[in-house]
């Protein structure tokens, strides 16, 4: 496992790392949920406001699985 910083919240990580992305899981407001950031986009994307993400994640709008890429991403298979 390596460290990254999440881009929702801006924490230190640990992620796992796989073939085109890496992954991590978040536990929010008694939720547990899995980020997949894609390695060509990670310092595109900027950071979210948090504030609106544990609201989405709190409500259950934030899905489980979140594959995270920045909007010029061109692989379909995350699209």
């Not at 989405?56 to 899905?63: D, F, S, V, Y």
């Not at 489980?64 to 692989?75: L, P, Q, W």
Request: aromatic share 8%; with cysteine.
């Amino acid at each position: 496992m390596q460290k990254e910083i999440c881009v929702l919240t801006g924490e230190d990580i640990e992620v796992t790392s796989h073939r085109d992305c890496y992954s991590y899981d978040l536990n929010i407001l008694e939720r547990k949920i899995t980020i997949f950031i894609c390695h060509d986009c990670q310092y595109k994307i900027k950071d979210a406001p948090m504030h609106i993400v544990k609201g989405l994640i709190a409500n259950g709008i934030w899905p489980e699985r979140a594959f995270i890429i920045a909007e010029d991403h061109i692989d379909n298979e995350v699209n």
